[in-house]
């Protein structure tokens, strides 16, 4: 029973590109997480997303970043025009949203964006 | 959600028993508490959650007081490999912002020979 997978898991862009990383969630799982851990810090939330919906995104930076979780197809979290300050660990994370309030969150191992 | 206090730290010898506290008095009837693991450079593992009452798996047990405004996570016979930092988190239930889940400063663990 494969996990959360994430890709790429290190990626290195310099200022001004564009990042993209993938998530595939979890079997049976269709609702997607995406966390962001900078450099010494704890994770933060950034947005919560189900098939084709974004359901909280009030962790997401209000420029450049962007989120989706088509029909078909990986989650894709987009950062636009990067910059230093966007080097982090980007965790994504699922679950099946079955069962009210005990449903548990899984996470991948994470993508590693470094801007140089 | 809920506040979580924990130490900052803490040392264990292997094979000896880890019992990781919490504070959650702020906690909400229908909140969760959650008790997550990230080992260096690795995503977040999942250990083990609870309501009210005390819950154990293959990893660890999770002993929640009468109250509920503070848990013990117990590794009970711990390993090198059980360093790492570790979680708790109180978990909205239901809505919009149940997948937010926060995460504090976490316990560093120290297992040693």
């Known amino acids: 029973n494969a996990g959360v997978m994430q890709n790429p898991r290190h990626l290195v862009r310099r200022r001004g590109q564009e990042a993209r990383l993938r998530c595939s969630p979890m079997?049976?799982?269709?609702?997607v997480y995406w966390y962001r851990q900078l450099p010494e810090e704890g994770l933060k939330f950034m947005v919560y997303?189900?098939?084709?919906?974004?359901?909280?995104e009030s962790g997401m930076p209000k420029e450049r970043f962007s989120a989706e979780f088509p029909k078909e197809g990986p989650s894709i979290l987009r950062i636009q025009q990067v910059v230093r300050g966007d080097s982090a660990a980007y965790f994504c994370?699922?679950?099946?949203?079955?069962?009210?309030?005990?449903?548990?969150?899984?996470f991948g191992e994470g993508s590693w964006l470094t801007v140089v | 959600d809920a506040k979580t206090t924990q130490p900052t730290s803490m040392d264990c010898a292997e094979g000896r028993a880890a019992n990781l506290p919490c504070n959650h008095s702020?906690?909400?009837?229908?909140?969760?508490v959650y008790w997550y693991r990230q080992i260096h450079s690795q995503g977040p593992q999942y250990i083990i959650h609870?309501?009210?009452n005390n819950e154990t798996n293959e990893m660890a047990s999770l002993i929640i007081t009468e109250d509920r405004k503070s848990s013990t996570l117990i590794l009970p016979h711990a390993t090198l490999r059980d360093t790492a930092v570790y979680y708790c988190?109180?978990?909205?239930?239901?809505?919009?912002?149940?997948?937010?889940?926060?995460f504090g400063q976490g316990t560093i663990l120290t297992v040693h020979p």
């Open positions: 994370a699922s679950s099946d949203g079955q069962g009210n309030f005990g449903n548990t969150i899984y």
């Open positions: 079997k049976g799982h269709s609702h």
């Open positions: 997303l189900q098939k084709e919906n974004i359901i909280d």
């Open positions: 702020t906690i909400s009837g229908n909140e969760y």
């Open positions: 609870g309501l009210k």
């Open positions: 988190i109180v978990r909205v239930a239901g809505g919009t912002s149940y997948g937010k889940l926060t």
